[in-house]
């Protein structure tokens, strides 16, 4: 995930690091900090580091679908950006 600002250029985060919470419409996606789990949380609290501009998070979901992943800043209820993906067998 990266932070971007109104022109569409990639933010570094200045002074504290930014709290980021990454949530799933599906009810069995699941979301962890590295690629091995564990995948246990439907939403996931993140940090990124001063003078970062990323997070890094791993998603992994067992229904088959259409479904959007969901971020926003830790403690203000608007969403910082959605993506929609879809789900497929392997």
């Given at each position: 995930m990266k932070?971007?600002?109104?022109?569409?250029r990639y933010l570094a985060v200045k002074r504290t690091p930014m709290g980021i919470v990454i949530?799933?419409?599906?009810?069995?996606g699941k979301?962890?900090?590295?690629?091995?789990g564990p995948f246990t949380s439907e939403s996931l609290h993140l940090?990124?580091?001063v003078?970062?501009?990323?997070?890094?998070?791993?998603?992994?979901?067992s229904t088959e679908g259409k479904?959007?992943?969901s971020?926003?800043?830790?403690g203000r209820l608007w969403?910082?950006?959605?993506q929609k993906a879809t789900i497929a067998k392997q």
């Open positions: 932070v971007r600002g109104f022109a569409g949530e799933t419409s599906s009810p069995t979301f962890a900090k590295t690629p091995d940090d990124i580091p003078s970062q501009s990323e997070a890094t998070f791993y998603y992994q979901d479904l959007k992943l971020a926003r800043v830790r969403k910082m950006g959605r």
